[in-house]
């Protein structure tokens, strides 16, 4: 591969990992460049709703004259189709990377990129997957009404089982009912429908994985609300005309066990959250570098609130603990926290900045960016840069007026109120004011 393609590839790689585009993100092996790992946010208001989806991607030697080799990741250790372009053995489907033939202008050309490939993949990730497949685009029959409406059902149980909650069990050693521990962070899981198992492998994303998992904990929750009420426990999954053996969505509906193993994975990354101050405490006891990079981090933006007079916000160590920040936010004139005092706990790792702080609203807040479990959805142009972090938290607090994106309303009553109807958004204001009274008594 040439050293332009080299360079082509490391700046596609950069804009990605640059942007603020909460949809998509991807690593790369550091010996090789060319092999990339790639996640994809199912899309809000499709059956993949939050689920994570991965995507082994390589780029060949005659890179970008041809697309990338491009392999479905999430796919139940090859035992699971997610969509009609998704095949259970990794296969994508797609006209941009030659492996469906698409209509005239819809091959690769050169002028596309890695970008490009990631956001065709996500439209495959359509409401109505059904019709994705040849010859299906048009069905209308009743037999094809109900199929779809089937199909997206069995997406949207396993989206949860395989898609959220296989790899962060594995990311924390946590053995659900009939798995069996294998070496490294990876485990097998039979899901009860056939004799094929699930290979969980070790990824990059593990920290993202948890992060959103916070912040859609309730979205997940909700969804098996939803959707429990019209399957029966334990009753199979309705084979598709277009699946076949080794290449289908099979197994069977299980709403209580998800909901069970959605808790017990929300109590072990809280308890991991906690764990870091106790962490903490012992790396500045060591001296290391990383407490005292924060420690100087918190100084610094202390002198830089007395310089500027900010008095909305109070920034202080808990315990003397660099890895646990208290910041108390005092609502500022003319935003809808006036007069409020909101008290938040900044959890940091002691592997920052790979693993990204946790933050969390301790004051009762029914505001669209924090969780009823308290968890604060913000993001930062500047991981590394803990100032940053601080400012983006106050800004999402105070942004009244957001353009619609269900990737950062974590809050489903709340977010139900604020995009509703005019009566709906004045009882969100009426709500968020009366927490914020409350929250000076």
Known sequence: MSDQAILRITREINQIQD?????????????????????????????????????????????????????????????????????????????????????RGEQWSSAQGLESVLISIQSLMSSNPYENEPGYECAQSPSDKENMEQYKSKIRHETIRIAVLQPLEAALDILPNGAKKTPGDLYLEDDGSSDDEAVIHNTPFFDLRKRRFLWYYESYLQLIESESPFVKNGSPFKCMPFEHTNNIMDGHFDYPELKRRLDFVKDKILQETESWRLQGLQAKKDELGIAVNLQRQLEQIVENLKHHKNYSLDLNLVDENPFLWKLTYFGRPTTALEGGIIKIRIHLSPRFPKEQPRVFVDTPLAHIRVSRQGVLCYITDKAEDMRRHIEAIVAVLEDEDPPYDPRTTVNPEASKLFWGSPEDRKKYKRTLRRDVERSVE
């Open 19 to 103: 942007s603020l585009d909460l949809s998509i993100a991807v690593d790369y092996d550091e010996s090789d460049i060319r092999q990339v790992r790639a996640i994809i946010l199912g899309p809000p208001e499709t059956p993949y709703q939050f689920g994570f989806f991965e995507f082994a991607i390589r780029f060949g030697k005659d890179y970008p004259a041809r697309p990338p080799d491009v392999r479905a990741q999430t796919t139940n250790g090859g035992s699971c189709r997610f969509s009609p372009n998704l095949y259970a053995g990794g296969k994508v489907c797609l006209s941009i990377l030659g492996t469906w033939n698409g209509e």
